[in-house]
């Protein structure tokens, strides 16, 4: 006896099973977008947060003493002036030291682990300058307060080693893990073709290296000298430890000088009043500050990618 299939219904049994189907992934689909939203705005959201409370809890010292006096004052002497200029130079001078310290050791060890190094020795050095990234800040500060600060004092014979150049030093090295991880990732990004493209034209592996790799890879390196310098800036313990910490203007990097994060992290525990205020709008500062370098690295990257 033979058995009689009718088409359309088995044809109607597929669609329904493939609307189901359908209607189950949309659902999965629907909840991570709804996950990956969320994440991005709690994000969003703290970044916020942090801004408000900062600012709301600046205003008082920006009434009281002047948006003026607090920024280009030259004198740091509570309660009674509250200039933060001194710091402003000290912060920028050793950040741009740093950066010239550490970006081109970086970006040079970051196209040795991508392109030159055989496996073998790239598997060495890439956890070791992970682990470097784990390091604490406070053991680079004793480090550099053991090792660099006497050697500054020895070399250059200054009454004390705690100096920019100290700070720079340290902070140049700090910045290499995250230097050296982004770019390396930026380079291995780059499609393998554009390298076989320049070597098959008979260009040598070191122009195709600084002439094809790095500049496809500009995007990922201007991100790793920009998270750079937010690290630098941003680093408080390690400048606290070698730098000298004294509230007055630089005149070389072979000075004492105090940077806004350690001016907050000094006097923040016992400030009051006005003063605790001030250290607020040494934190908006702060915070504007490296809104406008990042802003401004973000406009010149895309510019040069036109």
């Known amino acids: 006896m033979n058995t009689i299939v009718n088409p359309e219904a088995s044809n109607t049994s597929n669609q329904n099973g493939n609307l189901r189907q359908k209607k189950g992934v949309d659902w999965k689909e629907k909840i991570f977008h ?4 969320g994440s991005a705005i709690i ?5 916020a947060l942090i801004a408000y409370f900062i600012i709301a809890e600046s205003i008082p010292a920006f009434k009281a003493v002047g948006v003026s006096a ?3 004052g030259d004198n740091w002497l509570p309660p009674a002036l509250y200039g933060i200029y001194t710091m402003i130079v000290a912060s920028v001078v050793s950040t741009f030291g740093a950066v010239v310290v550490g970006v081109p050791i970086g ?3 970051a196209i040795f682990i991508a392109e030159i190094a055989p496996k073998k020795l790239a598997d060495i050095i890439r956890p070791a300058v992970e682990l470097l990234a784990g390091i604490p800040s406070v053991v680079y500060g004793f480090f550099g307060l053991v090792i660099i600060v006497p050697l500054i004092q020895n070399i250059f014979s200054v009454p004390a080693g705690n100096t920019i150049l100290a700070g720079i030093i340290v902070l140049g090295v700090m ?3 995250t230097v050296i991880t982004v770019s390396e990732t930026s380079i291995r990004a780059v499609p393998q073709a554009y390298k076989e493209a320049s070597l098959a034209l008979g260009a040598s592996k070191t122009y195709t290296i600084f002439k094809v790799l790095l500049p496809a890879a500009r995007s990922g390196i201007m991100t790793a000298v920009i998270l750079g310098i937010a690290r630098a800036l941003g680093e408080t313990m390690a400048i606290i430890m070698v730098m000298g910490n004294a509230p007055a203007m630089p005149e070389g990097i072979l000075d004492s000088a105090r940077t806004l994060t350690a001016n907050i992290a000094i006097e923040m ?3 009051s009043g006005i003063h605790a205020n001030a250290l607020y709008a040494t934190g908006v500062v702060l915070l504007a500050f490296i809104m406008i370098l ?7 990257n895309r510019q040069k990618a036109r």
Not at 34 to 37: D, G, N
Not at 43 to 47: E, K, P, T
């Open 34 to 37: 709804a996950l990956f939203l």
């Open 43 to 47: 994000g969003i959201v703290s970044l």
């Open 70 to 72: 607090i920024v280009f």
């Open 107 to 109: 970006l040079l060890t």
């Open 175 to 177: 910045i290499l893990p």
């Open 269 to 271: 525990s016992y400030a």
């Open 294 to 300: 990042n802003a401004g690295l973000l406009y010149l």
